[in-house]
């Protein structure tokens, strides 16, 4: 089956640190580009972070850099996200999501991060 | 970074009846070296993830009904949706994705009366 699932999400105090994990399973997920989307409580969609295919180039939201580290492992079809320096700000479901060409799109359902002392 | 302005905030549409929604971008989406404009349109439907509506401006995505359009050029873009139904209640984004930072617009709640 063609899916992302997200996992790690959870309950983590202010300043803390928390580590996202996505699993791709159904399509070349060593050939794609993989995004971060995150969306805070009743808000839109905001863009997190991005990598490509072989991990050569890396993007980050100004809202997560110096913070937050994007990595993947092709070899375990497995996009992580290492959010440190949290704050209330961040409290968001976190969308593991991949793009292709001709309109393949993909998103996971979603991974709750609530940061609250 | 690109600004995404999307307008109206919200909508409320009879039944079988068309609605519009625009997108504005604060640069042009165009890439003159392969002809294509990227932007996309997600619908988040109550409670579940964005799906793909359109992409590259107006190619509608695997199995969306042919009721659901998009056109514009450059700049200024429009979802249209030519009889409403039920089901396509939601939150509807536009989102650029010529240059990261990837960028979404505010979206539009779509009701039906």
């Known amino acids: 089956e063609v899916q992302l699932v997200e996992s790690g999400g959870g309950l983590v105090k202010p300043g803390g640190s928390l580590r996202l994990s996505c699993a791709a399973s159904?399509?070349?997920?060593?050939?794609?580009?993989m995004t971060w989307v995150r969306q805070a409580p009743g808000r839109g969609l905001e863009w997190v972070s991005s990598?490509?295919?072989?991990?050569?180039?890396?993007f980050y939201a100004d809202s997560v850099k110096r913070r937050f580290r994007i990595s993947r492992d092709n070899a375990k079809n497995s996009l992580l996200l290492q959010m440190s320096s949290l704050s209330a700000e961040d409290t968001a479901v976190y969308y593991c999501?991949?793009?292709?060409?001709?309109?393949?799109?993909?998103w996971g359902r979603g991974t709750l991060v609530t940061v609250s002392s | 970074d690109i600004v995404m302005t999307q307008s109206p905030l919200s909508l409320s549409v009879t039944p079988g009846e068309p609605a519009s929604i625009s997108c504005r971008s604060s640069?042009?989406?165009?890439?003159?070296?392969?002809?294509?404009?990227?932007v996309d349109w997600y619908l988040q439907k109550p409670g579940q993830s964005p799906q793909l509506l359109i992409y590259?401006?107006?190619y509608r995505a695997s199995g969306v009904p042919d009721r659901f359009s998009g056109s514009g050029s450059g700049t200024d873009f429009t979802l249209k949706i030519s009889r409403v139904e039920a089901e396509d209640v939601g939150v509807y984004y536009c989102?650029?994705?010529?240059?990261?930072?990837?960028?979404f617009g505010g979206g539009t709640k779509v009701e039906i009366k």
């Open positions: 999501h991949v793009r292709g060409v001709d309109g393949f799109d993909l």
């Open positions: 590259a401006l107006s």
């Open positions: 640069q042009s989406l165009l890439d003159s070296d392969v002809g294509n404009t990227y």
């Open positions: 159904g399509f070349t997920f060593s050939s794609y580009t």
């Open positions: 990598i490509t295919a072989t991990s050569s180039n890396i």
């Open positions: 989102m650029q994705r010529i240059e990261f930072p990837l960028t």
